[in-house]
Antibody, heavy 120, light 108 residues
Framework: QVQLVQSGAEVKKPGASVRVSCKPSGYTFTAYYMHWVRQAPGQGLEWMGR????????NYAQKFQGRVTMTRDTSISTAYMELSRLRSDDTAVYYC?????????????WGQGTLVTVSS | EIVLTQSPGTLSLSPGERATLSCRASQSVSSNFLAWYQQKPGQAPRLLIY???SRATGIPDRFSGSGSGTDFTLTISRLEPEDFAVYYC?????????FGGGTKVEIK
C-alpha cells in the first residue's frame, strides 16, 4: 500500500531555512508527481507546488516563488521541500501528497505532516 | 487564481440529519476538476470526492458530490458520529491548485 513518511518537527528562527523530507513506499517513486501542501494553525490548506521525481521538473505557486525549492534524490526515493527566509507566518504543518495518477491534482495519499514552527 | 468560497462556515446538525455543504468558485472549474476532503483534528485530509461526483475508494455512499461550472455541493445523507469534522473543497483544473476555506460540521 502507498505510504508517505515525512521527517520530524522543526523549530526555526526567522530568516532561516527549513527542509522537509518525504519518503514514499508502495509504488515507483519516479512515476508520480509529488505535491506539497501546507496548513497554518487553525487555517485552511494551501498548495505550494509539485515536483516530478523522474525529470526534476517543478511548478511552484507564485506566492512561494523565490523562497521554495523542491528537489528529489532518486537514489533513496525521497522528495524534499525547502523553504527559505522563514517568517512567523510560515508556521504550519507541511504535507507531501500524491495524486491517484501521475497528473492527478487530487490526493488520496498524504504524508503524516511535519510541523514547522518559526519563532525567535 | 480560482478562489473557492465555502458556505456555511459552520453547520450544526444532529446525527442522522442531512448535511449540505456548498463550494462556489470565482470562475468556472475546468472539466469539473473539483474534489472534497474531510479533515479531523491532528490528521491529514482524507479524499472523499473527485471529479465533482466520483467517490474515492472506500468512501461510504452517504457521501455524494454534485455540481458543475462554479457551483458545487457535498451532501452527507445521514450524519454518522464519525462525520463531524471539517470539509474542504479543492479545484485542480488550473494552476495554482486552490482550496476553499472549509466548513466545520459540528454536533448540535
Amino acid at each position: 500500500q502507498v505510504q508517505l513518511v515525512q521527517s520530524g518537527a522543526e523549530v526555526k528562527k526567522p530568516g532561516a531555512s527549513v527542509r522537509v523530507s518525504c519518503k514514499p513506499s508502495g509504488y515507483t517513486f519516479t512515476a508520480y508527481y509529488m505535491h506539497w501542501v501546507r496548513q497554518a494553525p487553525g487555517q485552511g490548506l494551501e498548495w505550494m507546488g509539485r515536483i516530478h521525481p523522474n525529470s526534476g521538473d517543478t511548478n511552484y505557486a507564485q506566492k512561494f516563488q523565490g523562497r521554495v525549492t523542491m528537489t528529489r534524490d532518486t537514489s533513496i526515493s525521497t522528495a524534499y521541500m525547502e523553504l527559505s527566509r522563514l517568517r512567523s507566518d510560515d508556521t504550519a504543518v507541511y504535507y507531501c501528497a500524491r495524486g491517484l495518477y501521475d497528473y492527478s491534482g487530487y490526493y488520496p495519499y498524504w504524508g503524516q505532516g511535519t510541523l514547522v514552527t518559526v519563532s525567535s | 487564481e480560482i478562489v473557492l468560497t465555502q458556505s456555511p462556515g459552520t453547520l450544526s446538525l444532529s446525527p442522522g440529519e442531512r448535511a449540505t455543504l456548498s463550494c462556489r468558485a470565482s470562475q468556472s472549474v475546468s472539466s469539473n476538476f473539483l474534489a472534497w476532503y474531510q479533515q479531523k483534528p491532528g490528521q491529514a485530509p482524507r479524499l472523499l470526492i473527485y471529479g465533482a461526483s466520483s467517490r474515492a475508494t472506500g468512501i461510504p455512499d452517504r457521501f455524494s458530490g454534485s455540481g458543475s461550472g462554479t457551483d458545487f455541493t457535498l451532501t452527507i445523507s445521514r450524519l454518522e458520529p464519525e462525520d463531524f469534522a471539517v470539509y474542504y473543497c479543492q479545484q485542480y483544473g488550473s494552476s495554482p491548485l486552490t482550496f476553499g476555506g472549509g466548513t466545520k460540521v459540528e454536533i448540535k
